[in-house]
């Protein structure tokens, strides 16, 4: 194969057919991706044969009398131990299809389930993912490396990350909280620069071939917030981990649907608690143009 490097000006505009992704592979099967120390991200697809063979094993009505969850198993020392392997369920839409996992636990081995907990206790597995294992979440013993700031950003996803709550009270924390909303717009209006792209697969639909002018657009949730360094706090009923400031964040996917985060503290001796019911609903439209 040969190239002139010849250019052609008689057709410098985009091939006119371009095809959206699909929604589905016909296959059922689920993808664990690592993301960070902490992170991880699942997609997954569950056909609709895959889906009636559970129902009529289960009851027409199963996915409905059953919990939808997404079962995250630490196996990290299955091998040793295989009667010590943990899990915790998250609670999920089936027809989601993705979702980002939060751990408290970095450098361990991890795998999923997407399944159903029957009201009797019972778990259905529908679909299984890979392993994954998540780097620790410490300062790299290598003390030779040198870094720059590559983006412009840099400061405000540094200040985003907590750095600036460090030796504050928290009656500062507070204050700074309060202020957080602007530069969190401004940082996320420049989202696409440092890699937030959990598109769903209705937004990567493309536009059709005939339309000149198109728009995709998706969201995320960031729960945010500060207390007591020593206070106990819950997330949706699962322990989260402080900052040395009392300060935590949160990210989660955000389907369409609602999502309760109801966040409690609980102070170090257990004599006062305080609780915030945060509910959030999503509802995706278009003008059907």
Not at 22 to 47: C, H, K, Q, S
Not at 79 to 84: E, L, N, S
Not at 96 to 121: D, F, M, Q
């Amino acid at each position: 194969m040969t190239s002139s490097g010849h250019i052609n000006k008689e057709n410098t505009g985009p091939v006119p057919e371009h095809k959206a992704l699909p929604e589905g592979y016909g296959t059922t099967e689920a993808v664990l991706l690592p993301r960070d120390p902490n992170w991880m991200f699942i997609y997954w697809e569950i056909t609709d044969n895959a889906k009636a063979g559970v129902c009529k094993k289960y009851g027409q009505d199963i996915f409905e009398r059953a919990k939808q969850v997404i079962r995250v198993y630490d196996i990290t020392d299955a091998a040793t131990d295989p009667g010590g392997q943990k899990y915790f369920d998250i609670p999920v839409r089936v027809d989601a299809k993705s979702w980002y996992i939060n751990v408290h636990e970095s450098g361990r081995i991890y795998r999923c389930e997407l399944g159903l907990v029957t009201p009797e206790g019972g778990f259905i597995s529908l679909v299984r993912t890979n392993t994954v294992t998540l780097p620790a979440g410490r300062v790299s013993d290598s003390t030779d490396a040198e870094w720059i700031s590559v983006t412009p950003d840099f400061d405000k996803l540094l200040q985003l990350s907590g750095v600036e709550y460090i030796g504050k009270g928290s009656g500062e924390v507070a204050k700074s909280l309060a202020q957080r909303w602007e530069m969190l717009r401004a940082v996320f209006s420049r989202a696409s620069s440092w890699g937030v792209g959990s598109m769903s697969s209705q937004a990567l639909q493309q536009k059709p071939s005939e339309k000149k002018f198109w728009l995709v657009a998706d969201c995320e949730l960031i729960l945010y917030g500060a207390t007591e360094p020593d206070a106990f706090v819950t997330v949706a009923g699962r322990k989260i981990n402080l900052n040395p400031d009392g300060t935590f964040s949160m990210r989660f996917a955000f389907p369409d649907g609602g999502m309760d985060l109801p966040v409690k503290a609980v102070s170090k001796d257990e004599t006062d608690s305080r609780e915030i019911a945060i509910k959030v609903t999503r509802a995706t439209t278009t003008d059907g143009k």
